[in-house]
């Protein structure tokens, strides 16, 4: 199974769309916030696609949840802004709270920086920002075989 990370689009409905066609094969897109109006508009334009939203520090007067926790293939995900964490000045906050409820991987936005990480049993992933022509995404993948994580420039 693979799974579409997408982050901080800021307005930018165009790369989120360009992230989504390339990635055809992604069943499922978990959005970590900030751009909720843009990932309304491009869902609608993906029914075939399952989403998932949290909302981020600049979704104002969204009723999105701030976590969500999600079962695929078997391994739990984890997924969060990050502004609720302070992931600007470290990630141990964001890593206690995903090994609390047992995560395997945890999926995480609001610095722009693309990150992808394996610590202490948990795979963590950061899609950077998806605003802009050098923006990025990430995907992962479930498999028999184990967890595949990585971040991509949008094209």
């Known amino acids: 199974?693979?799974?579409?990370?997408?982050?901080?689009?800021?307005?930018?409905?165009?790369?989120?769309?360009?992230?989504?066609?390339?990635?055809?094969?992604?069943e499922v897109v978990l959005y970590l916030g900030d751009g909720e109006q843009e990932a309304e508009e491009v869902r609608n334009s993906f029914p075939e696609k399952q989403f998932h939203m949290v909302r981020g520090n600049c979704d104002w007067g969204s009723n999105l949840p701030a976590h969500l926790l999600l079962e695929f293939g078997g391994r739990k995900i984890y997924m969060t802004h990050g502004y609720a964490e302070n992931v600007k000045y470290g990630m141990d906050k964001a890593i206690y709270a995903a090994q609390e409820q047992k995560a395997d991987?945890?999926?995480?936005?609001?610095?722009?920086e693309p990150l992808t990480d394996y610590v202490n049993g948990l795979y963590i992933m950061n899609p950077g920002s998806l605003h802009g022509s050098m923006g990025t995404y990430g995907y992962i993948d479930i498999t028999s075989a184990g967890i595949v994580t990585n971040v991509l420039r949008v094209r």
Do not use: C, N
């Not at 982050?7 to 360009?18: F, K, N, P, V, Y």
């Not at 991987?105 to 722009?112: A, D, N």
């Open 1 to 26: 199974m693979r799974i579409l990370a997408v982050s901080d689009t800021h307005g930018d409905s165009w790369a989120l769309q360009r992230a989504l066609l390339a990635q055809p094969k992604a």
């Open 105 to 112: 991987i945890l999926l995480f936005g609001h610095t722009h």
